[in-house]
């Protein structure tokens, strides 16, 4: 098993996983096209692990300079392990490479937001040391 940087070649695997956790089929196209653009930026952390040349977890990390915060802060954007594979430990240690990268960053934080019905994955990053402490609010907007 090896975490290392995403890659291109990685896209339709990683499209599957980021599917599998949203529970939806997201559109490949849109995917492509954010996909490509984010492993350009410096902002943009894709990480994934391999086991025999097939991916078996992802996890995404952006960096941003908040006001309120005054420092840099990184946010785990997305973090899935394939079903199949929950509970073996790769969670905690892609955790453990996102947060190694973001104090290569010299971020003061880590935040993540999670989906209200992903229980599981709330008491997973509490027991990463994450403190629950905010609320996340949308809007969505309309598309014409």
Same mark, same amino acid.
């Given at each position: 098993?090896?975490?290392?940087?995403?890659?291109?070649?990685?896209?339709?695997?990683? $499209?599957?996983?980021?599917?599998?956790? /949203?529970?939806?089929?997201?559109?490949?196209?849109?995917?492509?096209?954010?996909? #490509?653009?984010?492993?350009?930026?410096?902002? !943009?952390?894709?990480?994934?692990? /391999?086991? /025999?040349?097939?991916?078996?977890?992802?996890?995404?990390?952006?960096?941003?300079?908040?006001?309120?915060?005054?420092?840099?802060?990184?946010?785990?954007?997305?973090? !899935?392990?394939?079903?199949?594979?929950?509970?073996?430990?790769?969670?905690?240690?892609?955790? $453990? #490479?996102?947060? /190694? #990268?973001?104090?290569?960053?010299?971020?003061?934080?880590?935040? !993540?937001?999670?989906?209200?019905?992903?229980?599981?994955?709330?008491?997973?990053?509490? $027991?990463?040391?994450? !403190?629950?402490?905010?609320?996340?609010? #949308?809007?969505?907007?309309?598309?014409?």
């Amino acid at each position: 098993m090896m975490i290392r940087k995403a890659t291109l070649e990685d896209m339709k695997e990683v $499209h599957s996983l980021l599917c599998e956790l /949203e529970n939806e089929n997201l559109p490949f196209k849109n995917f492509e096209e954010v996909f #490509t653009q984010n492993l350009k930026s410096s902002s !943009v952390n894709y990480f994934v692990c /391999e086991n /025999e040349d097939r991916i078996l977890a992802f996890a995404s990390l952006h960096i941003q300079c908040l006001l309120h915060h005054c420092s840099r802060v990184a946010e785990i954007q997305e973090l !899935v392990v394939r079903k199949e594979y929950k509970g073996t430990g790769i969670g905690k240690e892609m955790f $453990h #490479t996102v947060a /190694e #990268t973001a104090r290569e960053n010299n971020c003061s934080v880590i935040e !993540v937001c999670c989906n209200q019905r992903r229980k599981q994955a709330h008491g997973f990053y509490e $027991h990463c040391g994450m !403190v629950k402490s905010h609320y996340k609010f #949308t809007y969505l907007l309309g598309q014409s």
